[in-house]
């Protein structure tokens, strides 16, 4: 198997994918290692979904282990970047996809409801972030991609909080690519619409269909179709793009 850098036999890269265990994380995760890309699957609760998916990747002839971590603590990020460094080396890729939900109309959101939703989905994108970026200005080389979300483009009512931090993650990518372009590092976002995740699954067929009818290519969209694009911005084929949002959502939100 060709390496990540694309050169036959030369070193594989190191990607950490927060939030790996399901859904959009662990499609991305399974792509990088496809790609051959070595893997770090972060999560937080379910280590048997991460094992899982470890030894799938592994299969693809490439290194992966789970690291658990909650990317919303701030004491928890330095020590799982440290863990994954002493096991695995330096993390030449990061994919910022951690994330939940807690809807509520701006009324009756709970403090707790917009704290967690900010902490977990925007203040981990910092955090990590920071973590992994003095290795490659090091290294000068460097692939961010941030999972933001249309709703941070377009808004959605009952989700305030989410709609906020994900909004919040691309001017934070924006910002991060301004800062270290000149260093080799690229930071992108990739802004999915409707995707068939667990998050999904729970609407009712009114909303689907509602959904749908907002969708020109009339379907909703695979975990596949954001792990492709991830690992596009992953590779050196994406060198010259930064800075960028990407949003993949079936035409949902084109201007």
């Given at each position: 198997m060709s390496s990540a850098n694309g050169e036959k036999g030369a070193a594989r890269r190191l990607a950490l994918v927060t939030g790996a265990s399901r859904g959009i994380g662990r499609a991305v995760a399974?792509?990088?290692g496809q790609k051959g890309f070595d893997v770090a699957v972060n999560y937080n609760n379910s280590a048997e979904a991460a094992e899982t998916l470890c030894e799938e990747i592994a299969a693809c002839g490439v290194t992966a282990r789970a690291f658990r971590g909650d990317v919303s603590d701030v004491a928890s990020v330095p020590s799982l970047l440290k863990a994954?460094?002493?096991s695995?080396?330096?993390v030449q890729v990061l994919v910022n996809n951690a994330g939940i939900t807690r809807d509520n109309l701006l009324m009756r959101m709970k403090e707790d409801e917009w704290t967690r939703v900010i902490e977990t989905n925007l203040a981990s994108v910092f955090r990590c972030t920071k973590e992994v970026i003095r290795g490659m200005v090091k290294a000068r080389w460097g692939r961010i991609i941030?999972?933001?979300?249309?709703?941070g483009l377009v808004g959605n009512a009952g989700q305030a909080n989410y709609s906020a931090a994900k909004a919040g993650i691309i001017g934070f990518a924006k910002s991060v690519a301004r800062e270290y372009a000149a260093r080799g590092i690229t930071v992108n976002v990739v802004a999915p619409g409707f995707i068939e995740t667990d998050m999904t699954k729970s609407?009712?067929?009114?909303n689907k269909t509602a959904a749908l009818a907002q969708i020109p290519l009339n379907r909703m969209g695979r975990p596949l179709d954001v792990a492709r694009a991830v690992a596009f911005f992953a590779s050196d084929e994406s060198e010259y793009i930064t800075g960028q949002v990407l949003a993949i959502d079936g035409g949902m939100t084109m201007c």
């Open positions: 399974l792509e990088l994954i460094e002493e695995m080396g330096v941030c999972v933001s979300s249309v709703v609407l009712n067929d009114a």
